[in-house]
């Protein structure tokens, strides 16, 4: 079975940081991407981050672009999203996803699995 558990959400304030955890179990991690989305109350899934191929690949969305930083552990199958200078617009619940291969995918319809989500709230 195929698991992605997120974890490290909170409150912040603006200004502050956050680093979320992506837990990934049941599939091979080197053979997937796994990314970062979120989703603010009333608005669609955005794409944050997304790493691949044991770090070889990155996406970052122009909008966290040198704020936020992605990594990896593969020997603990863990994905890492360091999120500095947070912003209270930046209030969602973040979630992490896998897909197959070394692909970014701005639809979050594309990605096979997902996680739970872990609420990250900024305020101002």
């Known amino acids: 079975e195929v698991q992605l558990v997120e974890s490290g959400g909170g409150s912040v304030q603006a200004g502050g940081s956050l680093r979320l955890s992506c837990a990934v179990s049941g599939l091979t991690f080197d053979d997937y991407t796994i990314g970062w989305f979120r989703q603010a109350p009333g608005k669609g899934r955005e794409g944050v981050s997304g790493i691949s191929r044991s770090g070889g690949g990155l996406y970052y969305a122009e909008f966290v672009k040198g704020r936020f930083t992605i990594s990896s552990d593969n020997a603990k199958n863990t994905v890492y999203l360091q999120m500095n200078s947070l912003k209270p617009e930046e209030t969602a619940i973040y979630y992490c996803?896998?897909?197959?291969?070394?692909?970014?995918?701005?639809?979050?319809?594309?990605?096979?699995?997902w996680g739970q989500g872990t609420q990250v709230t900024v305020s101002s």
């Open positions: 996803a896998a897909v197959s291969g070394e692909h970014w995918y701005t639809g979050a319809n594309l990605w096979d699995y």
